[in-house]
Every structure is written in C-alpha cells, then in structure tokens.
C-alpha cells in the first residue's frame, strides 16, 4: 500500500499521527515557542526526528540537542526524552519498534 499525507494538511497540535496504525509510527509535532514536551520514554522505539522548521532543543536524558531546520537526530526511545521549542517548531518523528539488534 502507498499513502502520501502532506505535512501541512496535519493540524492537531502539538502532536498528530501521519498514517494511523501503521508502522513505523510517524508524527508531526508542532510547538509555539517557549512549550515543550515532559521528559518521557518510548522504551519499545528508536526515534527519528527530522526538524522541518524552527529551533528545537531536544534533551536525551538531560543532556541539550539543539536542532535547525533539516538536521536529523537518532536515539534510543529507552532514553528519557523532552523536547522544547525554541521558536515556533515544526517536526517530523519516526518511531520505529525497536530491532533485535543491539
């Protein structure tokens, strides 16, 4: 099956599922700037998130990822996360379940 969904078309906020159901999970995330997310874990997924727009500081187990549009940033889902915009942010996430590699 193919599906195209357009980023703009995605208009829950802060958070909305691309393709519900199916896997990878794929989420725009959107923030004004100033909000953020409470540091959480997704210990069943390896998470992608790819900034499209904005400033985004994303903090893995504390420690500051600041992101610019079209930087890339990978971690394990087992690490505490918190993302915070640092100006109006748009995101595109992928959580992928985890492989058996380790």
Request: aromatic share 2%.
């Amino acid at each position: 099956m193919t599906e195209t969904v357009a980023l703009d078309d995605l208009t829950e906020r802060p958070r909305e599922v691309a393709f519900p159901g199916a896997e990878p999970k794929t989420v725009r995330l959107s923030l004004d700037a100033g909000e953020d997310v409470p540091a959480h874990r997704h210990p069943e997924r390896e998470i992608v998130v790819y900034l499209v727009a904005g400033r985004l500081d994303v903090r893995i187990d504390g420690e500051s990822n600041v992101l610019e549009p079209g930087d890339l940033l990978r971690f394990d889902g087992k690490r505490e996360v918190s993302p915070t915009a640092e100006e109006d942010s748009t995101a595109l996430l992928v959580l992928a379940p985890r492989s058996d590699e380790e």
